[in-house]
Structures are given as C-alpha cells and as structure tokens.
C-alpha cells in the first residue's frame, strides 16, 4: 500500500498548491480561466504563452475543470471537451453520479505525462457512499479509478491523471459507506477503527461533519454490524474518537476519506486491478441467478450442464426426510455403522463428519442441523436410517422428488454427495432451491451460523460452524444456504437472498476452483441479480 500513501501525499500538496494559488493569485490561476458557454462541445486553444503561466480549462459551466500547472504542456495544443450523451456502458457494481465527460490534447505529444495535472469533476446525485473518478480503458474494456478526493459539500471531487486523453465520470460505489454515523469503543487504545467496509490495514481519514476536525485511524477489526446498524459508518477506537468529540456524544456525523485502501482478494472495494466492468465475470463453470418469484433468469453461464454436485445434494435429502413428518425432539442412538457408508467415496479423514462415538444420544433436530450448518455427511446417513425408509426407497424418493420439480439432469446414487455421480445443472438446482425451500426448518438450519447441542447421555458439548462464511461477513440478506467440495466438482455454492421489497434471489455457482473465489463470486452474482431485478417492473 505504499503507492497508495504516495500518492494521497501528492494529492494532498498537489491540491494545497492549487488552493494557495487560488488564494493568492499565483502561477495556477494567473492566466485568465477559461469559461466557455454551454454547448455539448468546447474547444480552446492553449499557446506557449498561455502554457508558461499555467491554466484551468473550465468547461459546461464549471462542471469539469482541468488544471494544467506551468510547463506541463511543451507546445501549443487545442484542447476539446465533450460531454457525452449516448448510452455508455457503466460498472454493474457502481453507481454513476454524474455526467460522462471526454477531453483530449489534440497535440498530445506536448503532453508531459510525468507530471500529472487536476481534473476537479461535478456530480449531480448525492450519495453517502465513496465516491471516485473513474475512467474508461479500451484495453481492457473496463473503468479504472483514480486517487481522487471528494468535497461532499460542493458537490465535486478531484483527482489526478496522467493522460492526453480520457473518457471520464464520477461513480459511488455501494459496497462503502463513507458518509453516516460513527460511535466508539474500547479495545487498542490507539488510533484505530473497526469497519464492515474497509478491509482490515486501510488508513482512513475520518472528519466529524459538526466541526470539521478530522484524525487518521488504522483499520484493524470488523464492524459494526450493518444489519443491526445502517447507517453506522464505522467505530472508533476511544483513543480516536476523543480527537474528534467527546464520548458522552456517543455517535456523531463524520465523512470518511480513504487514505490507503488495503486489497482483498486482489480486488479493492470489489474492483480487480484491471477495472470494473459492465458484465459480470465469473470462473466458475457454470452458474445461474434466478428470481425464484417469476422464475425469471436474471444471469446465466453454462446453466444446463451437467456436472457433479457434491454437498449441494444434502438439501434434497433433508427435504425428503422432513417429508416423512419426523417429530424432531425424538432421541436417537447413533450407530458408527451410518457412517461407513461415507467411506465407499472418501477416506474417513477426508469426509466431513459429526464426531459421535457408537450409541451417543441426540436428537433428530441436532441431526438435522448438523448436516446443514456442519455438512455433516454421517448425520445423513443417520437421518437415512431413521426415516423409516430402505437406503434404496430414500435415494428413489430424491430422484422422484427432483423429477416431479422438472429438474431432469438431475440424478442421485446415494444422499450425501459424496459420490461424483450424483449430478445436476446450475438451472437444475435453482429449481431445486426454490421447491427445497418451502420448508421453513430447511430455511432456519441452512442460515444459522452456529449450531450449539449436547449429547444426551454423555454430556458432550458439540459446536458446529456454518461452512458459509458469507453468513456472517456479508451484508446480504441471505435466507438459504450450502455450500458443497469434491474434487471433482470443485466448490459448490448455492446462496439464496431476498432484497428490501423481500425478492427472493437464487444463486447457483458450480466448479470454481477455490474456496474464496467461491464465496466471493457468488456473492457477486447476487448484487448483480438484484441490480437486474430492481431495473425490471413486475406486475
């Protein structure tokens, strides 16, 4: 994150420079700015003598501004800005605020592109989220940002950039709050914040909106937690919120200014160094987003092959064994037989299991949650046994049970996953989803984070922890959940999550080949899943 503090530190005097000058009359502004009348184009020309003394180009009324410094130019150029009213493709995953912008050097060999210049940037839509200019890079058919600076109270930000020529625009990115409330907390005891936003190790300036006082904190822990807190922003350490007010405030106003930004996954704030893009992109071999409403396809890669389903198959299974009415509190004695059914496909280390030993006592409720939250292949095939079904009638009643639901490339051979034979498509298994979760107890145990019981006849405490860890470090509001690994089928992941207007959204991800990128990809495919749906009207 060097460069990143670099580059906020030439920021920082690159725009205290153009204030002084401002002020002062110096170099910056001395020559005469150039305010040109409305028009969907402008064009000025900029001679050497013009260039020696520095310029502002001022174009659509003040809306963008160039600020080109004494000798960034060589020669003397015409200079055209354009702003741009066609249908441009935007970043699914930010949000434009204001309008598109072009400029370009006609002569841009006079150009310097050492020395960066300003371009200060008006945006039209208010928004509380971190705002950043971006532009577009044909290369990569993508929008990169720059380090930018917002002024929230003028309604502009500015930045630096190095090109002759760009295509740019402001855009609000949703996945950080930078503009809400902000309360305090005990734990460090130095400048430090916890935020649901900002990756751990980012540097960010925080200013209390009341009095415009402002101290820099060091990311080091998560929260708050949106869900209970919407509008928090983030929390700080007591030692820093006493640089900002009292803490018999308790919460106040602040505005946040990233200093440095730490990467996560490679990406920053969701962005991958290679810029954000108006399509979705996605590794895994095949994946869906389905509204599960109207059964309308929102999204969709590869969506009817067929490929193997690993752990996603203990859905279907809990569904049929909840057909047969079971009374959950019902006790059961486990029998270390169940799970030798697991090791026909896997070692006994390599299976996912509950550690019971023969005869343990609990109940069919405690079975059942272990093989949602824990993926617990051995609970299955207990909860097998005690349905009151032959193994055989079991598997027969999910292959009946997917067939009645229209899901025909599905097929099972045995109900845990396990076996690399057990199939169905992305497609497939959003139907699935949408039939699976009618069941209300399906719903609780598959988005329960922690499952806690004790084993009745020997006092044993077991904690099983949800194998979904977007359960509790995402902001969605997720209502259904499993996640699923062989290697043949790679990670597996189903997340199922309604919007504020309670849209239910399905989706399916199959063969992505790590375990991050799982979680990381399908939550991606759910924003933009509701991004599509929110453009859409229904009846």
Known sequence: MRWQSQIWNKLIIFFLILTLAQTAGSFVYAAETAQLASSPAYFINLDKETISKGYTVSAFAGAIKLSLVPEILSESTGVDVLELNETIDSPWQL????????????????????????????????????????????????????PTIDYPDKSYVRSLIHLPFA???????????????????????????????????????VYNMANNKFVDVVVNDFGPDRKLYPNRVIDLDKVAFKKLAPTGAGTISVRVQPISIAKENNK??????????????????SAIAMDEQTGEILWQKNATSTLPLASLTKLVAVK???????????????SVKDEEYNYKYAEKWESARLKLADGD????????????????????????????LDRDEFILKMNQAA?????????????????????????????ITREVYTNPIIQQASTIYKYKFTTINTKKA??????????????????????????????CLMVRAKNNSDRQIIA???????????????????KYAFKAANNKKYD
């Open 361 to 388: 006592i609990l109940t069919n409720e405690d079975l059942l949650y272990a093989a949602l939250v824990g993926s617990a292949n051995n609970a299955v095939e207990t909860l097998v046994r005690i349905s009151g």
């Open 403 to 431: 067939a009645n639901w229209s899901a025909s490339s599905t097929r099972f051979i045995e109900p845990t996953g396990l076996s690399p034979e057990n199939v169905s498509s992305a497609l497939d298994y959003a139907i």
């Open 508 to 526: 399916v991800t199959m063969g992505i080949s790590d375990r991050q990128n799982s979680f990381d990809e399908t939550e991606q495919l759910l």
């Open 268 to 285: 920053i704030l969701g962005i991958a160094e290679s810029g954000a893009k108006s399509e979705l992109l996605t590794t895994a071999k």
């Open 167 to 205: 295509r740019l625009a402001v855009f609000a990115n949703p996945e950080a709050l930078a503009q809400g409330q902000a309360s305090w907390y005990k734990y460090k005891g130095g400048l430090f914040a916890a935020s649901p936003d900002f990756p751990k190790d980012s540097k960010l300036r």
């Open 95 to 146: 949000e434009r605020i204001s309008k598109v912008y072009q400029f370009e050097f006609r002569n841009k060999a006079a150009y310097d592109n050492k020395k960066p210049f300003n371009i200060q940037i008006s945006y039209d839509q208010n928004s509380d989220y971190y705002k950043q200019v971006f532009y577009y890079d044909k290369n990569y058919s993508s929008w990169r940002p720059l």
């Open 462 to 491: 077991h904690t099983l922890t949800n194998t979904n860890k977007l359960l509790q470090i995402s902001g969605l509001n997720i209502t259904g959940s499993k996640t699923g690994y062989l290697e043949e089928a790679q990670y």
């Open 320 to 334: 049929v064994f909840l057909d047969t009415k079971p009374d959950l509190k019902n006790q059961v004695a486990y």
